[in-house]
């Protein structure tokens, strides 16, 4: 006991001195999403054992919220008196919006709604100390600092996805989830619940979707790409009971959170067909999916398949009580429709013209029905394809070219495309990144920069985009812990990007308050990436730049190789390059090292840093460090195409023109291709080349490629100033490979010249 006493005492002291430091980032509210308007006060509010809470009915699940909030994460019990009040007020005009008010006589939370007052709550919680999240909160009294925030969202829907079909995961891991989503003030929750690999829900009229859909035998180990695929023998599945799920869902209501349920058709289906043989096309006994892609095995446009599809959602529909319904729709191979007697006479009974106008009348004939139940459906952006139901709701994920497309139909849209959305891809260059979906990068600094607005649509048809959700597809992510790691902190920016005016946006600051956010996700045991104390580099015309994304930070590096440590060297300009080098760099308090050690090995060439011409442009999506990444001594990632150093070209054919400024001997000219045929991707077939103002006189012939790469070493023993690089395309993909008939991609990576 008397050990407790000091130890209460110590964090009293330190509380006190924390109150004394004159830093007002001390002081400053560190609240994520930042609110629209927000101003600090003078005073602080005490919040000890005399304070006590008022409200009404109305206000009833934000109220119990703080006050079980309060109660269970210290020793304060809240009194009846109104020094904590909830006031409705119908001047605020926005559902979702709220004034919280703190001067040191009173906490006042206004909102129209008890969702806006949940809101205030959230940012009120973020206000008070980290230790009330798991109950260490020993100290008689908070002191909350006074401030007046005005505050609500910019877009309606602010949502998370998150797929249990390729690894399913708890309940309590949901509701886990569920809370984070509320803390941020975000209010939907996409539960993606069927897939070629599981079934997670149970229907009781169809009890094989739970015997036997929600299992599979074994699972893919490591990637997909791998030759051979190599996989670990072992049952995997699960499903969620029905009384789990009305569970799940009540909890979600009382955080505000509504949940969108995926049922997904026509494709992404083997799972049902392997229970149900008679809702494919061949009627054949098929395995649930062991692996990861695109499946032919989908639902057939048959009535029997229409009947089962109807129960099933008339089961689902009576555990969800959300406006919508979430049909799926995407990634639905024709190929056994074009095969079908029943998918071709229906396409003949209909008048349709072919299996993509199919694809619309099965959704359009689903949309029909949950109209009639008086729900509405979302489906992928592919549900654009052969015409869009009447009153459907596109996600689109396949860039923005769908939600262009729909909002110009006055069609509502919510953004989720892969570019901003996904964070089942990496989120960092280092190595020991766990593997992730089709080599995807998207560091925090890109999700928060996401406008989910494309700049095509006029003001009116902005007016049709909801929101934006995160998706998170777990091929790759096979239990909880990584779910975290993936989700967190990409899903702080997200919600930032949907809850913060664009004004009042600011990525320095923001990181800023990841950083000190990061308490609050130890104290609730989130598993989160921890980026911020990493450094990044890049090459400038002055020699090789380090940063922090965070400011005021001590880098220390070396350029030998060997590890950075309190005693080498403190950056403080660009470092030299005029040989091979191996940058490592780390920050630094006073005592330790903060984050991981940086590594950029260089190689020193002849045209590194001098001028480059590109006759056309890389993709946007893959436009790395621009031409000039091209000759800047770094090569790019063995593992992926979506960094800083591959450029990706769209079916051209590229014309390349290297300036050395003045004749020098050339001995050889070495560069490389991605070749990833699965991705579109094809090294070309020939490099021309020439020197001075010869212009293109001869060629090389491409070698066959090694794993995913194709290197090509052109020898010379020339003298001369300019380079000249033409680099035809593939040409046509051929015949029985992804994407026969289009043109596939160029990448390109460092041009080496020595």
Request: glycine residues 6%; proline residues 5%; charged residues 25%.
């Amino acid at each position: 006991m008397q050990f407790k006493k000091i130890a209460v005492l110590m964090v009293f002291i330190t509380f006190l001195y924390n109150c004394d430091s004159p830093n007002p980032e001390k002081t400053k509210p560190q609240i994520i999403p930042m609110p629209a308007q927000m101003e600090s006060t003078k005073g602080e509010f005490v919040l000890d054992q005399s304070v006590g809470m008022s409200f009404d009915s109305n206000f009833k699940v934000s109220a119990t919220f703080l006050k079980e909030f309060i109660e269970k994460g210290s020793a304060i019990q809240l009194q009846q008196n109104n020094k904590i009040s909830f006031i409705q007020d119908d001047t605020i005009s926005n559902d979702e919006g709220y004034q919280l008010t703190i001067t040191p006589k009173q906490i006042e939370i206004r909102a129209k709604t008890d969702q806006g007052a949940f809101y205030a709550v959230q940012s009120l919680r973020q206000l008070l100390p980290v230790d009330l999240e798991n109950g260490t909160f020993y100290m008689e009294n908070i002191t909350i600092p006074c401030v007046t925030i005005t505050d609500s969202p910019q877009f309606k829907h602010r949502g998370m996805h998150l797929d249990v079909g390729r690894h399913f995961f708890s309940v309590d891991f949901i509701k886990k989830y569920i809370d984070a989503l509320a803390m941020l003030k975000m209010n939907t929750f996409h539960w993606h619940l069927t897939e070629d690999q599981g079934w997670r829900i149970e229907i009781k009229k169809y009890p094989k979707l739970q015997e036997v859909a929600a299992f599979r035998e074994q699972t893919l180990i490591g990637s997909y790409n791998a030759d051979p695929q190599q996989f670990d023998g072992k049952r995997y599945g699960g499903f969620y009971t029905q009384e789990e799920i009305k569970d799940v869902v009540a909890y979600a209501q009382n955080r505000h959170v509504t949940i969108i349920p995926e049922i997904e058709m026509p494709g992404h289906a083997q799972a049902a067909i392997s229970a149900y043989p008679e809702l494919g096309c061949t009627g054949e006994q098929i395995k649930v999916a062991e692996t990861w892609g695109v499946f032919d095995h989908i639902f057939c446009s048959k009535d029997e398949t229409f009947e089962f599809l109807e129960n099933v959602l008339d089961e689902v529909l009576e555990l969800f009580p959300s406006k919508y319904i979430h049909i799926g729709g995407d990634e639905a191979p024709k190929t056994h429709w074009e095969n079908c007697p029943n998918c071709q006479q229906r396409i003949k009974e209909e008048g349709l013209k072919d299996e993509h106008e199919l694809q619309n009348y099965f959704i359009t004939r689903i949309e029909k029905y949950l109209n009639g139940k008086g729900r509405q459906i979302i489906g992928w952006d592919e549900i654009l394809e052969g015409g869009l139901a009447p009153n459907a709701t596109v996600m689109s994920w396949r860039g923005t070219q769908g939600a262009i497309e729909a909002a110009k139909q006055h069609h509502n849209v919510i953004m989720t495309p892969t570019s901003h959305c996904y964070f089942d891809y990496k989120q960092s260059d280092n190595e020991d990144e766990p593997l992730a979906n089709s080599g995807g990068f998207l560091p925090l600094e890109k999700v928060y920069s996401f406008n989910p607005i494309p700049e095509e649509l006029t003001e009116e048809e902005s007016q049709y985009v909801l929101g934006a959700q995160g998706n998170v597809w777990t091929e790759y992510i096979p239990n909880e812990k990584q779910v975290e790691y993936m989700v967190f902190p990409r899903i702080l920016a997200m919600s930032e990007v949907l809850w913060t005016p664009t004004n009042n946006k600011n990525y320095a600051d923001f990181v800023a308050r990841v950083e000190h956010f990061h308490q609050r996700m130890d104290a609730l045991e989130i598993n989160y990436a921890n980026h911020l104390y990493e450094v990044e580099g890049e090459v400038t015309s002055t020699g090789y730049k380090l940063t922090s994304i965070l400011e005021n930070k001590t880098i220390r590096y070396t350029t030998d190789g060997t590890e950075p440590s309190l005693t080498s060297e403190v950056y403080s300009g660009a470092i030299p390059i005029n040989t091979d080098l191996v940058i490592k760099a780390a920050i630094f308090n006073s005592d330790k090292k903060l984050g991981a050690t940086f590594t950029q090995p260089i190689n020193y060439h002849k045209a590194l840093g001098k001028k480059i011409n590109i006759n056309v442009q890389p993709s946007k999506t893959y436009a790395g460090s621009g031409a000039d990444g091209l000759i800047n001594g770094i090569t790019g990632s063995d593992t992926r195409i979506n960094d800083k150093e591959w450029l990706g070209f769209d079916g051209e054919d590229l014309e390349i023109t290297i300036d050395l400024g003045e004749e020098m001997e050339i001995n050889s000219i070495e560069t490389r291709f991605y070749e990833a045929p699965w991705m579109w991707i094809y090294a070309p077939k020939v490099i021309e080349f020439g020197i001075d103002q010869e212009g293109i006189n001869s060629k090389a012939e491409i070698p066959e490629s090694i794993g995913t790469h194709t290197v090509v070493k052109i020898k010379l023993n020339e003298t001369t100033r300019y380079i000249h690089l033409r680099i035809p395309n593939f040409g046509l993909i051929p015949e029985g490979k992804p994407g026969a008939g289009h043109q596939p991609w160029t990448f390109i990576d460092e041009i080496i010249v020595n």
